[in-house]
């Protein structure tokens, strides 16, 4: 089969054509432009620092300690708390004491990071002016077995996060966290979080217990892409399985760096899966991904798809064009060198400006200072990234703020 020889595999047709060919005399006269700025920097715009009115679309709000959820467990789960000795749901994702976990003068003397909003306004909303900020809680709900524990523990983490952050700070906004273990119970918390508005993502994991792509999921896509939610892939697992896809490592940074690998297997499954086929309007935003693998890892994929594409009939169109349409990536944290020419060349391979979302990932620590976005970007770039391409992704970001309850 041409695809796996080497060779240039069957001839492309124009859909398959459209994101490389009619693009090449674009991207050329962009790449000329670069090279104008270059020898000229003293005509390049070039603007470093965050503009007010923007998104962040990654932050981490931390429960406190299990017993914070209590007021938020019927009278049975309660119980079962108190009777079985259960303290905390704590994933290895982020280690409480790794350095990577919380930024030096955004670790608290006492507490997790992430767990006082007092802070969070103070370090991450005032400090970066943002009018929105999309709330991500990484709990270890999705670790537990069982369906009901995991359903029970996401409509409290749910209610917690509406009662103790969104209803204290008109900027904030949510994502309903789903029990994955059962697709019934995860379509029934998203119909009965999405009555708040202020919810405008539904929060899986991009390790779980299979490809994200299968039809067993689908369901979920369709309450999200019918209540106009985003679907948000966050970096994490819930260690089922092995993170790396050899087997278990021995050190933490495996797993970290084993993250991008597993963003890219799920992007396969929901692309040739066809998930977009299915729901063409859905909005998927990959949190915490990076996005220096995406060029390379399209034309890998755009290669082979051309070669095997007639097992997946359904696919029908490039995989960059699905990208481009329905995927989108939070800036932090940046795999990119410290480089604005390297970085910007990176961009142009993106071929869009319109896939990167703005992101402190607070309180994890991914840059210092105010440095949350790379040197050499465009001011028209930072706008994009900043508040063109959130609110284009998140449609319920402006809806009424409310006091609402979720049901």
Not at 291 to 307: A, E, V
Not at 313 to 341: C, G, H, K, T, Y
Not at 371 to 388: C, F, H, N, Q, T
Request: negative net charge; glycine residues 6%; hydrophobic residues 40%.
């Amino acid at each position: 089969m041409g695809a796996d020889s080497g060779s240039r595999g069957p001839p492309m047709d124009d859909a398959a054509r459209a994101p490389y060919g009619n693009r090449v005399e674009v991207l050329r006269t962009e790449v000329n432009r670069r090279r104008a700025q270059e020898e000229t920097p003293e005509e390049t715009n070039v603007m470093t620092s965050p503009i007010a009115g923007g998104v962040d679309c990654d932050l981490h709000p931390a429960v406190p300690h299990l017993t914070s959820l209590l007021p938020y467990l019927n009278d049975y789960w309660r119980d079962q708390v108190t009777t079985r000795g259960m303290t905390d749901l704590v994933s290895q994702s982020y280690p409480l004491n790794s350095p990577i976990t919380s930024r030096p003068d955004w670790r608290p003397a006492d507490g997790k990071p992430g767990s006082s909003l007092e802070d969070m306004k103070a370090q991450a909303l005032d400090r970066f002016g943002v009018n929105y900020a999309i709330c991500n809680p990484l709990y270890g709900v999705q670790m537990v077995f069982s369906e009901d524990m995991a359903d029970a523990f996401c409509r409290a983490l749910n209610d917690w996060l509406v009662k103790e952050w969104l209803d204290k700070d008109q900027r904030l906004r949510g994502s309903i966290v789903i029990p994955v273990q059962s697709i019934e119970k995860s379509v029934a918390e998203i119909e009965r979080c999405a009555v708040n508005k202020r919810f405008v993502q539904v929060l899986m994991l991009v390790m779980g217990d299979m490809p994200l792509g299968k039809r067993a999921y689908w369901p979920i896509y369709a309450a999200a892409e019918r209540l106009n939610l985003a679907v948000g892939i966050h970096a994490g697992s819930n260690y089922h399985n092995p993170p790396t896809s050899v087997g278990w490592g021995s050190y933490h940074i495996e797993d970290y760096v084993a993250q991008a690998q597993a963003f890219q297997t799920q992007l396969t499954s929901l692309i040739v899966e066809g998930v977009f086929a299915r729901h063409p309007k859905l909005k998927m935003v990959m949190l915490e991904s990076g996005f220096t693998w995406l060029p390379s890892y399209l034309w890998r994929l755009h290669k082979f798809w051309r070669g095997v594409r007639m097992e997946t009939p359904w696919v029908d169109r490039a995989p960059m064009e699905i990208v481009r349409s329905n995927i989108r990536f939070s800036l932090q944290p940046i795999d990119a060198p410290p480089d604005p020419a390297t970085l910007n060349r990176l961009f142009e391979h993106m071929q869009s400006d319109e896939l990167l979302l703005f992101s402190t990932d607070y309180p994890h620590w991914q840059f210092d200072d105010d440095a949350v976005l790379p040197e050499g970007m465009s001011s028209e770039l930072v706008r994009k990234i900043m508040i063109d391409n959130p609110h284009a992704t998140y449609s319920r970001l402006k809806s009424a703020v409310t006091q609402e309850t979720t049901p």
